[in-house]
């Protein structure tokens, strides 16, 4: 089972400022990689897969970089509406699927 | 558009069953493989099952494998998740979701079904 560890835990960013996930898998993934956001009381949304490909409808303020066992969701300037709840996927080597603990961004 | 209604959830007993439904429309169904997802009150979003596009293929969770069954039916563009043996590590909000065209990430997903299992 692929283990993937999603830092920091609680990351706190001002509005307008540069926020910087980190995903990291414990063996190569490849470019197999989704992120998603979630939002209190709502379901995830897919935003980033194939590690860099932005979902239909994503703001162009998220990227996402890296391949093999390490990962970055970039969001390049924070809005209020992104504050939420980010997890990284893998879906490389399965079953089973595998989620990061995810990364909550919050209001500093 | 593409949407996904689950139901069925509710309150069972420990040992108890539940039966989770969801239905899906906006797209071809029988093409695309679909998944449930859970997550747990608090806690992270935990896999726990994938069905090919034409049912015949299905994959588990260690946590639900021979408790749970993942089934379909694309006449009526609905999935099922037959839950048996239930647990109070099942409690969660279960998600239904449609998977990507040929990789197995989440593009759409449900709103959930809150599954409780508490005596």
């Known amino acids: 089972e692929i283990l993937m560890t999603q830092s920091p835990a609680t990351l706190s960013v001002s509005p307008g400022e540069r926020a910087t996930l980190s995903c990291r898998a414990s063996?190569?993934?490849?470019?197999?990689l989704a992120w998603y956001q979630q939002k209190p009381g709502q379901a995830p949304r897919l935003l980033i897969y194939?590690?860099?490909t932005r979902a239909t409808d994503i703001s162009a303020r998220f990227s996402g970089s890296g391949s093999g066992t390490e990962f970055t969701l970039t969001i390049s300037s924070l809005q209020s509406e992104d504050f939420a709840v980010y997890y990284c996927?893998?879906?490389?080597?399965?079953?089973?699927?595998?989620f990061g603990g995810g990364t909550k961004v919050e209001i500093k | 558009e593409v949407q996904l209604l689950e139901s069925g959830g509710g309150l069972a007993q420990p040992g108890g069953s539940l039966r989770l439904s969801c239905a899906a429309s906006?797209?071809?169904?029988?093409?695309?493989?679909m998944s449930w997802v859970r997550q747990a009150p608090g806690k992270g979003l935990e896999w726990v099952s994938t069905?090919?596009?034409?049912?015949?293929?299905?994959y588990y969770a260690d946590s639900v494998k021979g408790r749970f069954t993942f089934s379909r039916d694309n006449s009526k563009n609905t999935l099922y998740l037959q839950m048996n043996s239930l647990r109070a590590e099942d409690t969660a909000v279960y998600y239904c979701?449609?998977?990507?065209?040929?990789?197995?990430?989440?593009?759409?997903w449900g709103q959930g079904t809150l599954v409780t299992v508490s005596s």
């Open positions: 979701a449609k998977d990507g065209a040929y990789d197995h990430f989440f593009q759409h």
């Open positions: 906006g797209f071809t169904f029988s093409s695309y493989a």
């Open positions: 069905i090919s596009g034409s049912g015949v293929t299905t």
């Open positions: 063996q190569s993934v490849s470019s197999d």
């Open positions: 194939g590690a860099s």
């Open positions: 996927q893998q879906y490389n080597n399965w079953p089973p699927l595998t």
